[in-house]
């Protein structure tokens, strides 16, 4: 049986409580288990998963991540949102907290890019929908105009949801 999609992710943090405050604040996830100062497990708010995240407390002194700067690691998780409002109202927080660090335009997807208190990064994308997918939208990488594509899409239609491409048959 092939894999599906990916169910949860599992980050080492210095401070527990500061992730799970900003990942509530920001992307809505709520807290299913908590152990203060050691672990907690976090939902998405549209997810059937028992979890989605799962943050471990390593301390204070922990050193920055240095994946993708001399060694391999983990660049980013991504996460889906529904609509592109959803995905703009995410970006007025992650703004607002100075966490965003960039955005493209992925041709069937279009993405934002934040780091959370400790630094790791982390993507929030919508996915166009394969019904409105046209041949001159391919893959790759530019800036993102997110008013641009709420007016072509519409800003309250439905993503592709974990798809934008028809199966390939």
Not at 34 to 40: L, T, V
Not at 86 to 103: N, S
């Amino acid at each position: 049986m092939p894999i599906t999609r990916m169910n949860h992710a599992v980050l080492y943090v210095r401070d527990v409580a500061r992730t799970v405050a900003f990942y509530r604040e920001v992307l809505d996830f709520r807290v299913v288990v908590e152990m203060p100062g050691q672990a907690a497990f976090l939902q998405a708010a549209a997810s059937n998963n028992d979890h989605d995240l799962g943050l471990f407390q390593i301390g204070a002194g922990a050193a920055d991540s240095a994946a993708g700067r001399g060694m391999v690691g983990l660049y980013h998780l991504a996460w889906e949102v529904d609509t592109l409002d959803e995905l703009e109202r995410i970006g007025a927080a992650l703004t607002e907290r100075g966490a965003l660090v960039g955005a493209s335009d992925h041709g069937a997807t279009k993405a934002l890019y934040a780091k959370d208190p400790d630094g790791l990064e982390f993507e929030v994308s919508w996915l166009v929908p394969a019904d409105l997918l046209t041949p001159d939208v391919k893959m790759g990488t530019a800036p993102l105009d997110l008013a641009r594509e709420q007016a072509r899409y519409g800003g309250t239609t439905r993503g592709g949801v974990g798809i934008s491409f028809p199966a390939m048959v």
